[in-house]
């Protein structure tokens, strides 16, 4: 079980706003939807977005999980 926080932090933004978008993805090129999904706040069908308002620059993932058909791991 891994437990902590997860960051994403775009530089150079310059005061813009932006979506990020998290998922899960195969570990090998060509990357693939995995079947795993994410769960949490800002999340929905196993995909979590999140709009950066201008001057923000890092968004902090909290309660954000993975998902699979057997159990449920912490991030």
Known sequence: ???????SQIKHLNGLSAIIVVSCVSRDPPYHPHPHNLV???CKDGVCTVRLKQQQNTVKYVMMKIMSDYSEINL
């Open 1 to 7: 079980m891994l437990s902590g926080f997860v960051f």
């Open 40 to 42: 949490g706040k800002d």
